[in-house]
């Protein structure tokens, strides 16, 4: 199935350089001002402190116009598949109208994503823009407290309840029977009521913001403005393409093994095309296994971005995501395969994470296949203990039920053609958005010690550009019972380099006991711990790229000297050897790089 879009029909058309750039602006504001009122007014620590939330502007036309500071997985697509089907289901739109989405069978990402559409029309009622609130759930109402359920069989496991682009505000006015289908649903009721709210309020302004935006220009403008907006974009995407290496390649990537799948894992494969002369670029996501019975399925929208993602970090950063460089991209899909479009009741309960990561990985290291120039490494693999779904009763508020998605750390990022790894990457599909959880700010919300967090030395994926290492954190319960929900990955199969880079150290997780003995734990698990027990996270780093021993020197001695790396691993994996005084010798370094090249050579031969 291609539904990327191709080249465009006619001539473009011409447009005042300095307004198209000043229009663009006014739009990201919008987004902008629509991310901060979520932002600030989010009742859950979700939102509030972990900033996992998009927020966009889509056409009249279904085609994506800005996503400013937003999650990549969340709406490079999948926000016009949301904005086609609230037309779909209903036809004639009003002002004052609000429609609640999650169904990943109908554009969403996965079902703990609730998202918000509200349809911006005029005077005479005519539809113009859709903009778009979507913001991850602290609890969705799954069978059990996490919105993670990577062993979930189907959606009746899951247990989410589903909203396919339902009208919850009509003529500005709460829809009350869905707010209380969520409220007798949700454990965190109340917690839910402020996020709604707060997603409701950041809607509207969206929605006021560009009504007093077309009032002022001029609405006709306005939809010109899109047009040439999406033309100039297509025209970047063009010409970015044209400065890569013609080529295909294909690249595997292996999630490790949960309930429900294979016992070796979901290995999926991407097959990219870069077509230089035609400025075209396909991903094809085809050949790749039926859905499984578990969670770990993609959405449609999750495999559009995804395969999206890996794009874009390989192509030139200043080409505009939106409906005009989507143009130049083509994504074949196959409805009923783990990586392409789901049929109810396939469960995507982990959609925007894991398997979804993979896909973007095997793209990347597919363009570094084809163009040396470009790609990346394995991202570190998504979603530990440390950035799970903790739960319980507080003792110190009287026994009240919590319910929240922990970020305190994540996957490391990959090394890259010319910079190192991005400690605080998390996954590849939010693409560093989401911010680190304060220790202080998560002891205060929640009854937990978090008892350690340090970065691991010598767990990068070596390389010329190295990847980040990982980390280790340590937490638990504190006079009460506490649940984490998780659904890790690169615990067996941990994060590739690319170009000669090497692969990371990978995850693991256990529990600590009381009496110091230590429980390991499973890939995919719900845990509970008591008091006096801990949670162990180790995070996966990430993969490198290009040789080891052609990284800088100097670069090599600066991980030393941080900590990063030891001067053990400088000498054995980088070739580098310093002295007592931690300065590099060279003559010992060149010798060092000599013989490790020579025995890669015989192995090899």
């Given at each position: 199935m291609n539904t990327g879009g191709g080249p465009a029909a006619g001539k473009t058309r011409s447009f005042d350089g300095v307004r198209l750039a000043i229009l663009n602006k006014r739009f990201e504001s919008v987004v902008r001002k629509m991310a901060n009122t979520l932002l600030r007014t989010g009742r859950s620590g979700v939102l509030n402190t972990a900033r996992d939330f998009s927020c966009c502007i889509v056409t009249a036309g279904d085609e994506l116009l800005t996503a400013a500071e937003c999650y990549p997985i969340h709406v490079l697509r999948g926000a016009d598949l949301m904005a086609m089907a609230m037309k779909t289901f209903h036809p004639v739109l009003r002002k004052g109208d609000a429609f609640l989405h999650n169904s990943p069978y109908h554009g969403n990402s996965h079902a703990a994503d609730h998202t918000i559409l509200v349809p911006v029309l005029d005077d005479a009622g005519e539809h113009h823009f859709t903009v778009l609130v979507k913001a991850h759930q602290a609890d969705c109402g799954n069978s059990l407290p996490t919105t993670y359920m990577g062993a979930a069989r189907d959606v009746y496991e899951e247990g989410a309840l589903i909203f396919p682009a339902i009208k919850v505000q009509s003529d500005y006015a709460d829809v009350a029977d869905i707010i209380r289908m969520c409220e007798m649903r949700i454990r965190v009721p109340k917690q839910w009521r402020g996020d709604y709210i707060a997603m409701v309020g950041a809607a509207r302004i969206g929605e006021q913001e560009i009504d007093k935006l077309g009032r002022e220009i001029g609405w006709d403008i306005l939809?010109?403005?899109?047009?040439?907006?999406?033309d100039y974009s297509e025209q970047r995407m063009i010409s970015a393409i044209r400065g890569l290496a013609k080529g295909r390649a294909s690249a595997r990537s292996t999630h490790d093994p949960v309930p429900g799948t294979p016992p070796d894992g979901i290995t999926i494969q991407a097959m990219v095309e870069i077509d230089p002369e035609a400025a075209l670029i396909e991903v094809d996501l085809r050949d790749n296994p039926d859905s499984y019975p578990c969670g770990l399925n993609l959405s449609e929208a999750c495999a559009?971005?995804?395969?999206?993602?890996?794009?874009?970090n390989c192509v030139d950063h200043s080409v505009p995501p939106n409906g005009g460089s989507y143009r130049r991209i083509c994504i074949h899909l196959r409805e009923g395969c783990v990586v392409g479009i789901p049929r109810h009741p396939t469960s995507c309960s982990v959609a925007t994470t894991n398997l979804g990561d993979r896909v973007t990985c095997a793209v990347q290291r597919a363009?570094?296949?084809?163009?040396?120039?470009?790609?990346?490494?394995?991202?570190?693999?998504?979603?530990?203990?440390?950035?799970?779904?903790?739960?319980?009763?507080?003792?110190r508020a009287a026994g009240t039920p919590f319910c929240n998605e922990l970020i305190l750390g994540g996957g490391a990022g990959p090394g890259t053609p010319?910079?190192?790894?991005?400690l605080t990457m998390l996954t590849m599909g939010n693409a560093g958005m989401p911010f680190i959880d304060s220790i202080e700010v998560d002891e205060i919300h929640h009854p937990i010690l978090i008892r350690e967090r340090r970065i691991i030395p010598d767990s990068e994926g070596a390389g010329k550009f190295r990847g980040a290492p990982g980390s280790k954190i340590a937490f638990g319960p504190i006079n009460c019972r506490m649940e984490v929900g998780y659904v890790s990955d690169g615990t067996i199969n941990a994060a590739k380099g690319a170009r000669g880079g090497h692969t990371a150290h990978p995850a693991k997780q256990y529990k600590l006991l009381p009496d110091g003995k230590i429980e390991v734990l499973g890939v995919s698990a719900h845990v509970v711990l008591e008091p006096g027990e801990w949670i162990v996270s180790v995070t996966a780093g990430g993969g490198g790229f290009g040789s080891p021993i052609d990284r800088d020197p100097g670069r090599v001695r600066t991980d030393v000297i941080e900590g990063w790396i030891s001067e053990k691993r400088a000498a054995e994996v980088y070739g580098v050897v310093l002295d007592e005084d931690r300065q590099v010798r060279r003559s010992a370094t060149e010798a060092r790089r000599a013989q490790i090249l020579l025995d890669m050579e015989r192995r090899s031969g």
């Open positions: 939809r010109e403005h899109t047009q040439v907006w999406f559009r971005s995804a395969a999206m993602v890996g794009i874009f363009f570094a296949e084809i163009d040396k120039r470009t790609g990346m490494g394995d991202g570190g693999a998504a979603l530990p203990p440390a950035a799970g779904v903790v739960s319980g009763s507080d003792p010319s910079c190192d790894g991005w």
